[in-house]
């Protein structure tokens, strides 16, 4: 009998180690669904949002992710994906900035990279002249140098032309470009999901991440009489400095685009990605920015 009691014991303290840690484990998945459950979705002022994990492609937040806007410089995104995605391209080819680019500037009070004419700047150059300043001049020789035509505007034409192509090839269905910069004719739009998918694709080339993670830089370029100048550029993506992980990628603005900004960071290995369009201030965009990638990381 003794035996026995003890056997019924001993089967007694087995089944409360099983239950105590069954009911351990089931605890830390429901506090974890919990959490999750509970995780508040940000509030952002920006008219329209997306966010996604850019290793698996899953999308983290949506606000009026679809919706056609404006991109404002955002769309140099694709003028820089366009130009590295040309075949045998040289990124030490050098193009010889024409007054035209200079014209251009000063006819719509565009954003510059300050090139100087008769200088000969390299494709490089013209790239970091593009993403860091935002240089509206060399998103118009990179168009001029890598469209085909026998005339400027036939070249520009298209290269506008391919970056349409590069947004059909990428499925998208919501993205249209009638500029190389932003400064469009009405017709330049895309929407937060699709300019995510954008970047995601463009960071896929080390010389784009190479580009778009640079605060600043000093480029040596040679002068129209064979000497040569220092060019300065920084990056107005502040978040650069301002955010913990932070790869890129670029900022935008415009009357009608208001604040826009497609960004990216990375945190343990994981790499998040997205845009805001049409937020409301400088400050403002930077806020949701932050919101959207704290919230991306957390989920």
């Known amino acids: 009998m003794k035996i026995g009691i003890k056997g019924i014991h001993r089967v007694s ?75 045998n391209l040289n990124l030490d080819s050098k193009v010889t900035i024409q007054k035209a680019y200079s014209d251009y500037i000063v006819s719509k009070g565009a954003s510059s990279a300050r090139l100087i004419v008769g200088d000969k700047v390299t494709v490089r150059q013209l790239l970091y002249g593009l993403m860091l300043p935002s240089g509206c001049d060399a998103a118009y020789a990179l168009a001029d140098k890598f469209g085909s035509g026998s005339t400027r505007a036939a070249r520009v034409k298209s290269f506008v032309g391919k970056m349409n192509s590069s947004a059909k090839a990428l499925g998208l269905k919501n993205t249209h470009f009638d500029s190389f910069d932003g400064i469009g004719n009405g017709s330049n739009y895309s929407t937060p999901r699709d300019l995510t998918k954008i970047a995601s694709s463009a960071m896929k080339n080390s010389t784009f991440r190479a580009i778009v993670k640079t605060k600043s830089t000093k480029q040596k370029v040679t002068t129209k009489s064979g000497g040569y100048r220092y060019m300065s550029w920084s990056n107005t993506n502040t978040m650069l400095s301002s955010y913990s992980g932070a790869i890129g990628v670029k900022t935008g603005s415009g009357p009608t685009a208001k604040y826009c900004l497609v960004f990216a960071a990375t945190r343990n290995g994981k790499t998040i990605i997205g845009t805001v369009l049409s937020s409301t201030s400088a400050t403002s965009r930077s806020a949701d920015m932050k919101k959207l990638m704290d919230y991306g990381f957390k989920k």
């Open 13 to 87: 303290a087995t089944a409360t180690v099983a239950l105590t840690a069954g009911a351990v484990i089931a605890g830390s998945v429901f506090a974890s669904t919990a959490q999750a459950a509970t995780l508040p979705t940000p509030s952002i002022t920006a008219k329209g949002g997306f966010v996604m994990n850019n290793g698996t492609g899953k999308a983290l937040y949506g606000k009026a992710a679809d919706i056609r806007r404006s991109t404002g410089s955002t769309t140099k995104v694709m003028t820089a994906k366009v130009v590295l995605e040309q075949k």
